[in-house]
């Protein structure tokens, strides 16, 4: 009966681990090197189809966990790692393909990189592990950074753009908020508010 139960664990931890949301953020983690060549080779189109191909899984796996009921915390730092990977080749995008824009804009890729990288500094340096709150703001932010860099791309709409990252700031701030509040590691934090009004349930 031990041995079945240990064997039912292991199937029960492959189909977990080869979920479709997980396969997705794989996806887009698979995708980064291809994206980091065509970003060093100046192949523009190639860059851009293969980074909306990695911006619509984002979009889909998150989808997926809910629609299929496999949120797990796997998925969820699965899709943190995606994300910070797939961000920094979008600026390594803009730097060997678009390098008038990355000038135009290095202050506020700036303040995206380091809206990006002081949480994940922070948690580490508090809990030791990789924060993956994915808060509603963290999840609209993801939604609009899309638009954002086409237009920028695309269209030279630099006022959307600029609007996005600061947007990116201010999710950051809760992000770090949320991390010198909580006393363990946690996945899948709404807001700071909800862990307000957590904290304020058990005081009463």
């Known amino acids: 009966m031990l041995e079945l139960a240990k064997d039912y664990e292991a199937v029960v931890m492959v189909k977990n681990i080869y979920s479709i949301p ?56 699965l899709d943190s790692w995606a994300d910070m990977a797939t961000y920094a080749v979008m600026i390594l995008g803009l730097y060997m393909i678009w390098p008038s824009i990355f000038i135009e804009q290095v202050i506020y890729l700036i303040a995206a990189t380091l809206s990006y990288v002081l ?22 932010a993801a939604v609009l950074v899309a638009p954002a860099y086409y237009l920028l791309i695309l269209y030279d709409n630099q006022i959307f753009f600029r609007m996005v990252i ?10 770090i908020a949320i991390t010198f509040i909580l006393k363990q590691p946690k996945t899948n934090v709404a807001s700071i508010l909800t862990i307000l009004r957590v904290r304020g349930d058990k005081s009463q």
């Open 119 to 140: 949480p994940v500094v922070i948690a580490l340096t508090r809990f030791g592990s990789f924060p993956s709150y994915h808060t509603w703001g963290a999840k609209l």
């Open 22 to 77: 997980n396969l997705l953020s794989l996806l887009r983690l698979a995708l980064v090197p291809v994206l980091a060549l065509a970003a060093t080779l100046n192949q523009a189109t190639l860059f851009l189809w293969l980074m909306a191909i990695s911006l619509a899984s984002d979009m889909l796996d998150g989808y997926f966990a809910r629609r299929l009921h496999q949120v797990t915390e796997l998925g969820a730092r």
């Open 166 to 175: 600061i947007f990116h700031v201010v999710v950051a701030l809760e992000e």
